[in-house]
C-alpha cells in the first residue's frame, strides 16, 4: 500500500489498512489541518455574519463562508505544521503531530495539498464578495508569513500581532453578509484580537520549557511566570471589558448578559488564580477556560440573535 501511494506521489501513510479505517488516520488528518482550532475560527466568523445580517440567514452566503472559511483556515494551519515540524519535534506538546513524527513519508504533499485548499477558497469567494476573498487572504497572510515565519522565530510580539489573523476570521463573516464594517463584527474582532494572548501565553506559560527548548521567543519564555501571568490578566481584563460593552449592542438584549457575566467571572477567577500560583497547572487550567469562554460568548451571541 505505501509503496503505491508514494508511486503516486500522495502521502504514503505508515499504518496499515485496519489502523485506517478504525479512525487512527483520520485523526492525524484532525490535528494536521488543526481542525479545533478551525472550527472555532468558524464558529467566530459566524458570530460575524450574523451582526452582519441582523440575524437573518441567507443559505448561500452562510456556505460559502463556512466552506470557504474552513478550506483557508485548515490549509494554513496544515502549512503552517509544516513550515515549524522541525521545531514541533523538539517540543513534547508537539512532537506527536503528523509532520514532526514523520508518520507521512512526503511532506510536501501537504503543503502542495494546504496551497491547493487556500486557492480554492478564494477562488470559491472572488465571485461572491471580493472583501470576503479579501479577509480570507489577509487571515492566511498574516498566520502563514506574518506570524509563522515572521515573527514567532523572532519576538514575543508575535502573537499580539499575528493574533490579527483570528480578527479576519470575524470579518469575513461580516463581508459574507455584506457589511463587515458593522460595530458589532467590529467589537466581536476586537475581543478575538484581545483574547489571543491570554489564550496563547497561558498555553506557553504551561510549557514553557518546552518553548525555550524550540527557541521561540513566546512572552512566558523571555520573562518570569509572575510577570507572564499579570500579563496575561491584563489581557484578560481587556478581553472581559469588550464582552461586556458587547451587551450594549442593539442586536444583544439582557439575556447575552445573563449568559456573558457568570462566563466572565469565571474566566477572571482563573486569570486570577494564575496571578496568585503561575505554575504549569494553573495556567493550563486558564488555557482551557479560555477556550470555552470564547465558545460561550458566540452561543450567547448565536441565541440572543436568533431567538
Request: aromatic share 12%; proline share 4%; with cysteine.
Amino acid at each position: 500500500m505505501d509503496a503505491k501511494m508514494r508511486a503516486s506521489g500522495g502521502i504514503a501513510y505508515k499504518f496499515d489498512r485496519a489502523r485506517i479505517l478504525s479512525g487512527e488516520f483520520l485523526g492525524r488528518v484532525v490535528v494536521l489541518f488543526k481542525l479545533r482550532v478551525v472550527v472555532l475560527l468558524v464558529l467566530a466568523s459566524l458570530g460575524g455574519y450574523l451582526f452582519a445580517s441582523g440575524g437573518s440567514l441567507s443559505i448561500g452566503q452562510l456556505s460559502i463562508l463556512l466552506i470557504t472559511g474552513t478550506l483557508s483556515s485548515a490549509g494554513a494551519s496544515a502549512i503552517n505544521q509544516y513550515i515549524e515540524r522541525e521545531r514541533d519535534g523538539r517540543m513534547s506538546r508537539t512532537r506527536q503531530r503528523p509532520l514532526a513524527d514523520r508518520v507521512f513519508t512526503r511532506p510536501e504533499t501537504t503543503l502542495e495539498v494546504s496551497v491547493v485548499m487556500l486557492i480554492l477558497a478564494l477562488m470559491l469567494a472572488l465571485p461572491f464578495s471580493l472583501s470576503l476573498a479579501f479577509f480570507l487572504a489577509v487571515g492566511a497572510a498574516i498566520y502563514i508569513w506574518v506570524y509563522t515565519l515572521w515573527l514567532k522565530p523572532r519576538t514575543w510580539w508575535n502573537i499580539i500581532i499575528g493574533g490579527a489573523a483570528g480578527s479576519c476570521a470575524v470579518l469575513s463573516g461580516g463581508a459574507a453578509a455584506g457589511n463587515w464594517a458593522e460595530p458589532g463584527v467590529l467589537m466581536l474582532a476586537l475581543l478575538v484580537y484581545v483574547w489571543t494572548p491570554t489564550h496563547f501565553w497561558s498555553l506557553a506559560q504551561a510549557y514553557r520549557e518546552d518553548y525555550a527548548r524550540a527557541a521561540v521567543p513566546m512572552l512566558p519564555v523571555l520573562v518570569s511566570p509572575a510577570v507572564s501571568a499579570r500579563w496575561i490578566a491584563l489581557h484578560t481584563f481587556a478581553a472581559a471589558l469588550i464582552t461586556l460593552l458587547m451587551g450594549f449592542h442593539p442586536s444583544l438584549d439582557w439575556k447575552y448578559s445573563l449568559i456573558t457575566l457568570p462566563a466572565t467571572l469565571w474566566l477572571g477567577w482563573y486569570s486570577v488564580q494564575l496571578v496568585k500560583k503561575p505554575d504549569h497547572k494553573h495556567a493550563l487550567k486558564l488555557f482551557k477556560v479560555s477556550n470555552m469562554y470564547l465558545g460561550l460568548v458566540l452561543a450567547a451571541i448565536y441565541l440572543v440573535i436568533l431567538f
